[in-house]
């Protein structure tokens, strides 16, 4: 018998793919029969499986049955409606479909030519997203895999913008006539700007972390100071990160003040609207995004509140020129005819080939609709507010910061007990039980020195007896 060296048939995925619609089906139906955080222990998959791939084929009925034994006890369950911890992410129906044609249509986006539809496609949705956003009209739109990326992107950019500075040829190392440059956010900014600057080389001490007020915003008059003293020392502020939905309290940092600043000192603004960017679909709020067209950048996460599957995140840049310019580079075999008239996005990031991203945002966007996606925001953001008066209603629980969002952060403060480590000791047990219950995950954060619960909510099947279930374990675990 000769050994196939092809592919399974056609036939044979068509079976299966029949079977897997119905399995997917099963688990979209009832997300609740798992616990949504995973319960196995570190290791424990690992050790049940074999140290060594098959030598010889097995069967997809193998492989797919191994679904429910193997990977199942190992999944922690994005799409329950308990899950409640970081910010969530929906796998909705429409981006499912699309990351299936995606996988099918397997398309390496390197250059115009290698996919237009890809190429243009991108262009499309990050601009239908733009206007829905009320960004400037003008703004360029990339996809990238994580906020972590396109925020690497900007700071690249930014650090691109004088080209007297030469980095990009030149770099950075052994270089007398190279001022420090620096970079500011606030307090409570994500640490992928950290991770940025570390990767750019332009070291983490030279980020510069700004306090924020009562309300975790950052404070514009001591970022006007830092960059003042910075430069008195002879620095270069080179960007600022305005958070609008910081991660721990999706708290807005003032940004026209802050663009203000950036106008005056020349540094690049680079907005992180990585969660909070939904809320710009709601015209009502649209306030919270008061100055962001000054911005030079900015970026948003459809897969955070945006229902689109795990990864896409949208960069907009007012300077694609300037993203050109420091990504641009196309060897001799990589030059095409159609080069000066078709865009390709390699030319605009350090990767070359790129993921079919813009159609599940595509599928998203057009089976929930720009109102239907807000309505879904909306309704989020109500469930908090709803969730943070049942909090705010008992005399021995708080809320202890604003909710501009759908994130509640709350704590619990036993009457007469004041000590910080005891409060920490205490929310962090109540944190445990209520995770260990198998119907809600929530998480936690630390603001200043208080240790605080924290309820996201962003899924699309979280609903309010979701929240009434996780206000009833908390006050449960509470009681110990
Ligand atoms: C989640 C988040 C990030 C990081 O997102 P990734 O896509 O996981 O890199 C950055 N900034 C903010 C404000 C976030 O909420």
Same mark, same amino acid.
């Given at each position: 018998m000769t050994e196939s060296v092809?592919?399974?048939s056609p036939q044979e995925f068509e079976r299966h793919a029949t079977a897997l619609a119905g399995w997917i089906r099963t688990y979209l139906e009832h997300p609740?029969?798992?616990?949504?955080?995973?319960r196995l222990a570190p290791g424990e998959l690992r050790a049940s499986l074999p140290a060594a791939a098959p030598t010889s084929a097995e069967s997809l009925e193998t492989i797919l049955s191994?679904?429910?034994?193997?990977i199942l006890p190992g999944i922690t369950h994005w799409?329950?409606?308990?899950?409640?911890?970081?910010f969530a992410n929906t796998a909705s129906v429409p981006g499912i479909l699309a990351e299936l044609v995606t996988a099918a249509l397997n398309?390496?986006?390197?250059?115009?030519?290698?996919s237009p539809a890809l190429a243009e496609l991108e262009q499309v949705t990050t601009g239908w997203l733009r206007d829905a956003m009320a960004l400037p009209s003008d703004w360029f739109g990339m996809i990238t895999d994580t906020a972590s990326t396109s925020t690497l992107l900007a700071l690249a950019a930014a650090r691109e913008?004088?080209?007297?500075?030469e980095i990009r040829h030149? $770099?950075? !190392?052994?270089?007398?006539?190279?001022p420090r440059l620096r970079i500011y956010c606030s307090t409570?900014?994500?640490?992928s700007v950290d991770k940025a600057a570390i990767t750019l080389g332009?070291?983490?001490?030279?980020v510069v972390r700004i306090a924020t007020d009562d309300a975790f915003q950052m404070r514009a008059d001591l970022l006007e100071s830092a960059m003042g003293a910075d430069r008195a020392a002879?620095?270069?502020?080179?960007a600022v990160i305005a958070t609008?939905?910081?991660?721990?309290?999706t708290s807005v940092d003032p940004t026209p003040a802050i663009a203000a600043l950036c106008q005056r000192e020349g540094a690049w603004l680079h907005v992180?609207?990585?969660?909070?960017?939904?809320?710009?679909?709601?015209e009502e709020r649209r306030e919270l995004f008061a $100055?962001? !067209?000054?911005?030079d950048s900015v970026v948003m996460n459809p897969?955070?509140?945006?229902?689109?599957?795990?990864d896409c995140s949208v960069l907009w840049t007012a300077h694609p020129d300037v993203l050109r310019r420091t990504f641009s580079l196309t060897p001799a075999y990589l030059q095409t005819n159609e080069q000066d008239v078709a865009l390709s996005y390699?030319?605009?990031?350090?990767?070359l080939g790129r993921r079919f991203r813009a159609l599940k945002l595509w599928f998203v966007m057009r089976a929930f609709g720009v109102e239907g996606l807000g309505a879904r925001v909306r309704h989020h953001c109500a469930l908090a507010t709803e969730f943070a008066s049942w909090v705010a209603a008992e005399?021995?629980?708080?809320?202890?910061?604003?909710?501009?969002?759908s994130v509640v952060c709350f704590r619990h403060r036993p009457a007469g007990v004041t000590d910080e480590r005891t409060l920490q000791a205490h929310n962090a047990t109540i944190l445990e039980r209520v995770n260990a219950s198998g119907e809600v995950f929530l998480s936690h954060t630390k603001l200043g020195e208080r240790y605080v619960l924290r309820v996201a909510i962003g899924n699309l099947r979280t609903e309010a007896s979701h929240l009434a279930t996780a206000w009833r374990l908390v006050r449960e675990a509470a009681q110990g």
């Open positions: 092809g592919d399974l609740e029969r798992y616990p949504v955080l995973a191994d679904l429910d034994r193997v799409n329950h409606p308990g899950f409640l911890a970081y398309q390496v986006g390197i250059l115009w030519r290698t913008r004088d080209p007297a500075l030149r $770099g950075m !190392a052994g270089r007398s006539d190279l409570q900014a994500h640490s332009l070291g983490a001490e030279n002879g620095y270069r502020p080179l609008l939905g910081t991660t721990s309290t992180d609207a990585a969660y909070g960017g939904a809320m710009a679909l709601l $100055g962001v !067209a000054a911005a897969h955070k509140w945006l229902f689109t599957p795990m390699s030319d605009y990031s350090f990767q005399p021995e629980w708080e809320v202890v910061a604003p909710v501009p969002m």
